[in-house]
């Protein structure tokens, strides 16, 4: 879906919203999801694990997805401290709620998790988990089903030679990428410090549109979730003009990046900025 936004900057700028609008379903991660959804749908399995930090937006659609779908879910948490349920974060008790079974992992095995390339090297790090069955959703949705579920969504956006996307795997700007036509630039606003990551993984899932990506990396500050006072008042001044919430850990950043382009006029005309935000 969609919407003008209007601004004091001068731009013809859009906002793509997904016409998907349950609770915490409404950003770039239900995307990422359906294609995970879809691949546990072609192995005829109702399960799923995947991986996470106790406050990520992905384990908050994760878990509203999966209930909806009625699906077995599972997932891996950052940080075994967090065993103790007093110290549960929102997300948590929102996952919780939703009937995702958990396992709480040290930091150092979560590392090693994210390194592991076969099942048998994750089940031997967490092994309380269904892998059997499983479909395994990466932290974050990074991966080539991920990319498939974004592609759909990312074809509204065939109108617009520049849109921009707050960055943090790069799968959402991967998924533009697969569906950009050639005058099309994806232009990734880096969120925390890992552009060589975005890099490869942009290589490895997009790699025929590379040259149509361009990663803005000014907007990292003092890395992911830092704020700025600058932040704040964006977040502020846009959730109020547009009606929608604009927060600071990505799309404050992804507005700035706009403004600052629009501003010293390095970008005219037309533009289109990306809701990924899942409140
Ligand atoms: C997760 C998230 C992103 C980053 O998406 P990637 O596909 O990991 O690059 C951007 N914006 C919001 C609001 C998010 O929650």
């Known amino acids: 879906m969609l919407l003008q936004l209007p601004n004091p900057w001068g731009l ?20 990422k999801l359906r294609g995970y959804l879809e691949s546990a749908k072609r192995r005829s399995t109702g399960t799923l694990i995947t991986m996470a930090g106790a406050h990520s937006n992905h384990l908050r659609a994760f878990a509203a997805l999966s209930r ?34 958990l396992s709480f992992v040290s930091r150092a095995a979560y590392r090693e998790l994210r390194e592991a390339v076969s099942t048998a090297d994750r089940a031997a790090l967490v092994p309380d988990a269904p892998w059997r069955e499983a479909v395994f959703v990466p932290e974050g949705g990074l991966g080539a089903e991920g990319v498939t579920g974004v592609k759909d ?15 943090a795997t790069g799968t959402t700007c991967a998924g533009f990428l697969q569906a950009a036509h050639e005058n099309q630039k994806i232009c990734g606003v880096a969120v925390l410090e890992n552009a060589a990551a975005i890099e490869r993984a942009i290589h490895l899932l997009a790699p025929e549109h590379e040259s149509r990506f361009e990663l803005l990396n000014d907007y990292v500050f003092s890395g992911f979730a830092s ?22 850990t990505y799309m404050a950043r992804a507005v700035k990046a706009v403004r600052d382009r629009a501003m010293s006029g390095k970008h005219k005309g037309r ?3 990306v809701y990924t935000y899942n409140e």
Not at 23 to 30: E, I, R
């Open 12 to 31: 013809d700028l859009w906002l793509l919203k997904s016409n998907e609008t349950a609770p915490h379903l409404g950003g770039n991660k239900f995307h």
């Open 68 to 101: 909806r779908e009625q699906l077995r879910a599972h997932a891996i948490i950052r940080g075994d401290e967090l065993r103790d349920y007093t110290r549960h974060s929102a997300e948590l008790r929102f996952a919780l709620d939703q009937g995702v079974d």
């Open 153 to 167: 969504w990312a074809r509204e956006a065939s109108g617009f030679e520049h849109v921009f996307i707050a960055c």
């Open 227 to 248: 704020t700025t006072d600058e932040l704040k008042v964006i977040a502020a001044e846009y959730s109020t003009l547009w009606q929608i919430t604009i927060d600071t």
């Open 271 to 273: 533009a289109l900025l």
